[in-house]
T-cell receptor
Framework: GAGVSQSPRYKVAKRGQDVALRCDPI?????LFWYQQALGQGPEFLTY????????KSGLPSDRFFAERPEGSVSTLKIQRTQQEDSAVYLC??????????????FGDGTRLSIL | GQNIDQPTEMTATEGAIVQINCTYQ??????LFWYQQHAGEAPTFLSY????GLEETGRFSSFLSRSDSYGYLLLQELQMKDSASYLC???????????FGAGTTVTVRA
């Protein structure tokens, strides 16, 4: 498709389980971002990649969160030993080029994660 | 870090005009962005400003004053489909990540 694709759309897990969320960016987009959005709030930055390089992971809440983009296209956000406070919508965004000042980020529909 | 402030809710009637204000405090600035988000859907890019002044895109316009750390999104000729959350975001100079406000929920009534 033409847009950013995320899967699954919904994920329910028990506390303590590991989860993996997938993002397929727009073809050719160099930059990829992950955000976390709590109900009624704006997205909060987690991490970003330029190609396969993770340039900033300062927003990851704890060392239970891990993101990768091994071939510079698809990215996976992994959460280990999930906690209830991890329940949120996880949004992925991509943009054509990190350095291009006129490049907006384009978002996927997100994965709604619920931890029971 | 960034601190972004925008009103929580606004209500208007069809055909009217709504102005959503956004103020920010940033350690670095490289653009003010506006996104529209319907419930359960992706934020959709609307407009951005890097330089001072007004940018017009159809029924939507966005304004920026960097000296005042202030911008607004103007929605004209409101339609029912414009009922959504509108997110103000600032792009950081250093690494281009976006810092978002909490969003303004706009409700358009007939």
């Amino acid at each position: 498709g033409a847009g950013v694709s995320q899967s699954p759309r919904y994920k329910v897990a028990k506390r303590g389980q590991d989860v993996a969320l997938r993002c397929d960016p727009i073809s050719g987009h160099v930059s990829l971002f992950w955000y976390q959005q709590a109900l009624g709030q704006g997205p909060e930055f987690l991490t970003y990649f330029q190609n396969e390089a993770q340039l900033d992971k300062s927003g990851l809440p704890s060392d239970r969160f891990f993101a990768e983009r091994p071939e510079g296209s698809v990215s996976t956000l992994k959460i280990q030993r999930t906690q209830q406070e991890d329940s949120a919508v996880y949004l992925c965004a991509s943009s054509l080029n990190l350095d291009a000042i006129n490049q907006p980020q384009h978002f996927g529909d997100g994965t709604r994660l619920s931890i029971l | 870090g960034q601190n972004i402030d925008q009103p929580t809710e606004m209500t208007a009637t069809e055909g009217a005009i709504v102005q959503i204000n956004c103020t920010y405090q940033t350690s670095g600035f490289n653009g003010l962005f506006w996104y529209q988000q319907h419930a359960g859907e992706a934020p959709t890019f609307l407009s951005y400003n890097v330089l001072d002044g007004l940018e017009e895109t159809g029924r939507f316009s966005s304004f920026l004053s960097r000296s005042d750390s202030y911008g607004y999104l103007l929605l004209q000729e409101l339609q029912m489909k414009d009922s959504a959350s509108y997110l103000c975001a600032v792009r950081d100079r250093a690494d281009y990540k976006l810092s978002f406000g909490a969003g303004t929920t706009v409700t358009v009534r007939a």
